[in-house]
């Protein structure tokens, strides 16, 4: 299954199968090493609602790969 160029808003979007992908991919990335996948990039966060918890995980997983 492919989710480039996807944009995803919800969950009820998504089939079993799906979200089992996406969560075995994060298990995949979480126990790799450092990298600089994101090294010279700069993210832009930009939300809705305020939320601290969110931002700083958005931030910090930017700041793991590399990135600011």
Not at 6 to 22: G, P, V
Not at 29 to 45: N, P, V, W
């Amino acid at each position: 299954m492919s989710f480039h160029k996807r944009d995803i808003l919800s969950t009820k979007d998504l089939t079993k199968d799906q979200i089992l992908e996406i969560i075995n991919e994060a298990d995949i990335c979480a126990q790799s090493e450092r990298s600089d996948t994101f090294k010279g990039k700069i993210a832009a966060m930009c939300f809705f609602e305020a939320s601290t918890r969110t931002y700083s995980s958005f931030e910090l997983a930017m700041k793991y790969y590399g990135g600011s």
